[in-house]
């Protein structure tokens, strides 16, 4: 067998990931990662080549939460591994289903603190659903397999596979993947019948009930299940930062989102609900406030796939463990064995209380004629050009909780986010891993001065690799959210906050990236500059949009408080 001939550890890595179906891998070549490079040249999997290893973890991240595949990313040993661990946490806590392929030293050279070294296994032992170190080149088929079995099912997540270089190089033979016997690895998929029947017993009784929906139904494909089952048992929808698109927002038992910046209907209707149906949620504190305030006449009825979520903030009445569409069917099925599913309560107290609020207490915002531009005016704008037919990835702060709040979301993975860990600089990878996956589909990042300057590199990666993304830069001269609570909640003292509007020149910048640079400082220039965004197709186009730093996003909830306190406006602090 010749040097060339021979079918090594990485070449076996390399067919695992087509067995697997993988089109695409989001990576940056190093040292101990370098021979799983050279297969990759004759392989079909495309590989993009991001500027930073946290780029190319979120640009997976956003492969992912637009198709509900697994997305993949790959990595050297040291630095490039511990590079990864961001986007890694941040996948935990969104359940977010990707496959992190790190290099290692030769295991020979392991605890020798050799070259770029980390003991990535470990790093990552906390922030992923399991952490696999390959020893035998002869394992990699069933690694990678498990790798993506474990990714996909139950409570979706990461999945890291650390592979050392003298096993990429070792000589092998292909070996067809099998699942073998995963110990304590058991995802519940149907709910228990008698807790189904139970439920829908107390849902049929309810006088106040609210389906509170998480990120869980997105990722379990629900939306028609939730949509049917909400329309049978005639109960208002409120979806989490994480389930935007879940349920449509112009249906008329759809309330928005709850929380602390949430819609004050949305929060209310919580709080003052008799029964709280929990699908795919997991009462985060953003959503709960004080959680010893939150529902507190509510009986909560907690649907989840993952058992360590149901009870952990809030103890349930009937806890129902299994896949969300799996129960949202059989609750579908043991109403309609009850009743007719046209003959629902018709709760008209309630459906006026929720009216009531909503004509009371909306979103409402001030766009003075001649300007500063207000972000939420913008986005009302870009809606209406584009008719909600996009995808939106958002980065982390005020424009993040505009956007959820003003755009009008019909159809699950049309929002890609960050919630759980709330990474500034997520959205500009992240949409650029979603206009991969969909590359007929408008991708639009919405995105703040602070954020898009931490991650503005991979803007070379979308203009280099033909991704035609387009970049919305919210420029308000700092970190806006941070300045809200330091005004807000420390008497004024502004400190580190400040980014200016002098450097960088966005357009300019774009331009010197490979893209279109566009910019707007006046309302009256929206419309066009919005037009003149979407018309061009054949390379990333970033637009700076100046607008006011002094404004505050409400409504707010403050943290810890509870969300019978709703804060409208700054004078009612």
């Given at each position: ?10 070449h076996s890595l390399l067919r695992s990931l087509e067995h697997e179906g993988v089109e695409i891998i989001f990576g940056v070549p190093g040292g101990a990662i370098l021979p799983a490079y050279d297969p990759l040249l004759d392989s079909p999997i495309r590989h993009v ?294 003959d629902h309560p018709a709760r008209d107290e309630w459906f006026a209380r929720i009216d009531s609020w909503k004509s009371r207490f909306p979103l409402s915002y001030e766009q003075p004629p001649d300007g500063p531009i207000k972000v939420q005016h913008f986005i009302e ?23 959820s709040q003003f755009w009008g979301f019909r159809t699950p993975r049309s929002w890609v986010n960050s919630g759980g860990l709330g990474t500034m600089g997520f959205a500009v990878p992240a949409a650029v891993g979603a206009k991969m996956a969909r590359p007929d589909d ?132």
């Open positions: 067998m010749t040097e060339a001939s021979k079918f090594t550890g990485s080549l991001a500027r930073h290893e946290q780029g190319a973890g979120h640009m997976a991240e956003g492969y992912a939460q637009a198709t509900g595949l697994v997305g993949v990313v790959m990595a050297t040993s040291g630095p490039g591994a511990t590079n990864l661990i961001t986007p890694l946490q941040n996948a935990l806590m969104d359940s977010t289903p990707i496959v992190a392929i790190t290099g290692q030293v030769a295991t020979s050279a392991i605890g020798s603190d050799a070259f770029q070294e980390a003991y990535t296994t470990g790093l990552a032992m906390h922030c992923t659903k399991h952490s696999y170190m390959a020893t035998d080149a002869d394992d990699i088929p069933n690694l990678i397999h498990e790798a993506f079995h474990l990714a996909a099912t139950g409570r979706p997540g990461p999945v890291l596979v650390d592979i050392p270089k003298d096993v990429l190089n070792q000589v092998t033979t292909w070996r067809e993947p099998h699942l073998h016997n995963l110990p304590g690895y058991k995802p519940t998929v149907s709910g228990h019948p008698m807790q189904i029947r139970a439920a829908i017993e107390l849902i049929e009784r309810a006088e106040r009930p609210v389906l509170y929906v998480g990120g869980g139904v997105i990722k379990a494909g629900a939306s028609d299940e939730l949509l049917a089952f909400a329309e049978a048992a005639n109960a208002p929808v409120v979806t989490t930062l994480m389930a935007r698109g879940a349920f449509p927002d112009d249906h008329r038992l759809a309330l928005g989102m709850p929380g602390m910046h949430g819609v004050y209907t949305a929060t209310t209707a919580i709080q003052q609900s008799d029964v709280l149906v929990s699908v795919g949620a997991r009462f985060d504190d953003r959503v709960t406030g004080d959680p010893d305030a939150f529902a507190p006449g509510a009986k909560i009825i907690h649907i989840d796939v993952d058992p360590a979520e149901i009870g952990k903030v809030r103890a349930a009445e009937i806890p129902i463990v299994g896949d969300a569409r799996s129960v949202l069917v059989d609750l579908l099925s043991a109403l309609r064995a009850r009743r007719d599913p046209a704008r870009l809606y209406a050009i584009t008719g909600g037919d996009a995808v939106i990835a958002a980065g982390v702060g005020q424009h993040q909780m505009w956007a408008l991708v639009i990042a919405l995105d703040g001065d602070g954020c898009f300057q931490m991650t503005m590199q991979e803007l070379i990666t979308a203009a280099t690799e033909d991704i035609p993304v387009k970049i919305v830069v919210f420029n308000n001269g700092g970190y806006g959210m941070v300045k809200q609570w330091q005004t807000l909640f420390y008497g004024g003292r502004l400190s580190a906050v400040d980014l200016g509007f002098t450097y960088p020149d966005y357009p300019k910048l774009a331009e010197a990236m490979g893209c279109v640079g566009l910019k707007v400082d006046h309302p009256s220039d929206i419309d066009p500059v919005i037009e003149k965004m979407l018309s061009v197709n054949d390379r990333p186009v970033v637009l700076e949009v100046v607008v006011d730093g002094e404004e505050m996003c409400f409504p707010m909830v403050p943290a810890g408080g509870s969300n019978d306190r709703i804060v409208m406006t700054r004078e009612e602090l």
